[in-house]
Nanobody
Framework: QVQLVESGGGLVQAGGSLRLSCAAS????????TGWFRQAPGKEREFVAA???????YYRDSVKGRFTISRDNAENTVYLQMNSLKPEDTAVYSC??????????????????WGQGTQVTVSS
């Protein structure tokens, strides 16, 4: 069993930065694919970024060049550094972990464990 706890959300002005953290329990977490998703009010949950156990990273087009996902295996933590934030980035951000590296990264149902989410609000 893996438990995920997000932190680092908050209110920031457009153009600002935030770093989200996803701390995980479980000795096998380092072998999991970990992703960040977000959901704005009235919208579907959408994929933001993911990192495989190998270190390979993937991003949705709208955050490429602004967001960076990384993992610290020693700390069992995955980070999402968000720079040049825009009002349209406002959402609840959740991290998720998948036991399988073969599943499609952008599909929420392919993840086995979820955190509770952290609110990110970007003011214009």
């Amino acid at each position: 069993q893996v438990q995920l706890v997000e932190s680092g959300g908050g209110l920031v002005q457009a153009g600002g930065s935030l770093r989200l953290s996803c701390a995980a329990s479980g000795r096998t977490f380092n072998t999991y694919t970990t992703g960040w998703f977000r959901q704005a009010p009235g919208k579907e949950r959408e994929f933001v970024a993911a990192v495989r156990w190998s270190g390979d990273t993937y991003y949705r087009d709208s955050v490429k060049g602004r967001f960076t996902i990384s993992r610290d295996n020693a700390e069992n933590t995955v980070y999402l550094q968000m720079n040049s934030l825009k009002p349209e980035d406002t959402a609840v951000y959740s991290c998720a972990a998948s036991r399988s590296s073969a599943r499609a990264l952008g599909v929420p149902n392919n993840y086995d464990y979820w955190g509770q989410g952290t609110q990110v609000t970007v003011s214009s």
